[in-house]
């Protein structure tokens, strides 16, 4: 139906079951397009204009073999063991997926909020905003995953247990996909005088979920790397969110978003997402710093040719909101508080977050302050907010109850008003990011994916590369697609 779009919007209360109003029929009506524009497998022969048919050169098989099983082991149903990581698996119904850490980097992982604000100032659109966490519950909307589609190669899926709305428990099978993915060359060195090659392959563990909300589907992968790194993916795919182009504007051109079909519309809007991140490094006790790389000014003594440049640290003395800057290459630093230091640079042990590792830089929710989206996700107008662990009240980054709260700035604003002490503390990072979508029309009637995410990288953690201890490999499933009088192992 997203591409025949019916523009009147039903209010129901919920209590009495009934339908109070439906707004937009007293707009004049709109030509509901008719074009057929399918994905599905059995719908595709009757497109009007797009693909009728399979194309006639497929893909051949590439098949996911691990002929020795997987490298990971799982114990108590939810604890993961694999190359130096330790942690456990959790679900529930409002984050999802969670992650729990026994290795002494982040004690939990999870996403705590979403925010879809849509930018278009016709009725009723103004207040178009899905709160995809706190209003639908991500655990609720998870998908039951297909083998040998959502999740390839030799694969350990977990269960999640929900209740209804009646109380009334419920399984979702296969809910948590979790799998080992090859990931590139993890490092290689080449010596020049005398040919000699080391390389070695990555693999990482990915423990994934994907979640239908309403239109669109959100694919969520948790990434634990050979050297060290915890990723945070994010991928979008599914259906825009379409109307008809509103009264007053140019049918051919809408002026809040993009014709993806005939008389289709769909607007300009943001995909808002909240990641939780109850830091321990190497300890409960840990310090938050701001980092940024910047030209040092000529000097006579110490800069006298301009060529220097270095990062600058701040430490966040107390509780606030911080903003990515791509121009000064801005990342923050999470150290041990409690006496724990690196043998080698005899500084306290560290982590640091990284945004945008996946996909490009991204800005803070473009709402004006005064919108109602933005007061009720106001979480979402920084890209960091630091604040002292509190497991009783803060939870969720707009309230308790995002869409029954009537007050305005709740969650995070509200909690660091006081401006309490973060220094040596427990503390918590809240990760705001996101992607702003202006549609194309090659994302009609499904839509690729695209991606976002972050990434926490050890920076002083270690003692060295982490993975110099890879014994040589070399693939012997691999094949040249000519033979070659010149076959050799180059990785040995």
């Known amino acids: 139906h997203y591409a025949h779009p019916i523009d009147i919007l039903p209010i129901v209360d919920l209590n009495s079951k009934t339908c109070i109003r439906i707004d937009g029929l007293e707009r004049p009506p709109t030509e509901i397009p008719q074009a057929s524009v399918n994905y599905h497998r059995d719908l595709l022969e009757t497109n009007s204009y797009l693909q009728t048919a399979w194309r006639s050169d497929t893909l051949k098989a590439l098949d996911i073999v691990q002929s020795e099983g997987p490298s990971f082991t799982v114990q108590d149903n939810n604890h993961v063991a694999w190359q130096n990581w330790n942690f456990r698996v959790g679900f529930n119904y409002r984050e999802g997926l969670t992650q729990f850490n026994d290795r002494p980097v982040v004690n939990r992982l999870s996403l705590v909020e979403m925010a879809v604000p849509y930018a278009d100032p016709n009725p009723p659109f103004s207040r178009k905003c899905a709160f995809d966490v ?39 099978k296969k809910a948590i996909c979790m799998h080992e993915e090859d990931d590139g060359i993890l490092w290689k060195h080449v010596e020049y005088r005398n040919g000699h090659n080391e390389a070695r392959r990555a693999r990482e563990l990915v423990i994934s979920q994907i979640c239908t909300v309403v239109n669109y589907e959100y694919l969520f992968y948790i990434r634990f790397k050979m050297s060290g790194e915890i990723e945070y993916e994010i991928r979008l795919s599914g259906e825009l969110s379409t109307n008809a ?56 003594v110490k800069n006298p040719h301009g060529n220097v440049f270095g990062p600058v640290e701040t430490v966040l003395e107390t509780e ?61 107008t920084k890209h960091l907010w630091v604040t002292p662990y509190d497991p009783g009240v803060e939870r969720y980054p707009a309230g308790e109850y995002t869409v029954q709260q009537v007050e305005n700035n709740q969650g995070l604003p ?23 979508h202006v549609p194309r029309v090659e994302d009609f009637p499904v839509m690729n994916c695209e991606m976002t995410g972050f990434a926490l990288k050890p920076d002083g953690f270690l003692l060295g590369n982490p993975a110099i201890d890879l014994p040589p490999e070399t693939n012997s499933a691999s094949k040249l697609n000519t033979k070659s009088d010149e076959e050799g192992d180059c990785c040995s």
């Not at 509200?414 to 702003?436: C, P, R």
């Open 320 to 380: 606030g909101s911080r903003t990515y800057d791509a121009n000064k290459a801005r990342y923050w630093k999470v150290v041990n508080a409690q006496g724990k230091v690196n043998p080698i640079t005899n500084k306290p042990t560290a982590y640091k977050l990284v945004p945008f590792t996946k996909g490009p830089a991204q800005p803070t929710v473009l709402t004006n302050d005064e919108s109602a989206v933005s007061k009720k996700g106001y979480f979402a």
């Open 134 to 172: 706190g209003d639908y519950g991500l655990g609720f909307c998870s998908n039951s995953l297909e083998l040998g589609c959502d999740c390839l190669g030799h694969i350990h899926y977990f269960d999640a247990a929900l209740n209804d709305s009646q109380g009334k428990p419920y399984v979702i």
């Open 245 to 300: 182009p509103s009264a007053g504007e140019d049918a051919e051109n809408p002026d809040h978003g993009v014709l993806v079909a005939q008389n289709v519309n769909a607007q300009i809007h943001q995909h808002m997402f909240c990641a939780r991140l109850d830091m321990a490094v190497d300890g409960d006790d840990n310090t938050v710093s701001e980092i940024d790389m910047v030209s040092h000014p000529v000097d006579p």
């Open 414 to 436: 509200a909690w660091t008003q006081e401006k309490e002490s973060i220094v040596g503390k427990d503390v918590v990072l809240w990760h705001a990011f996101g992607v702003a």
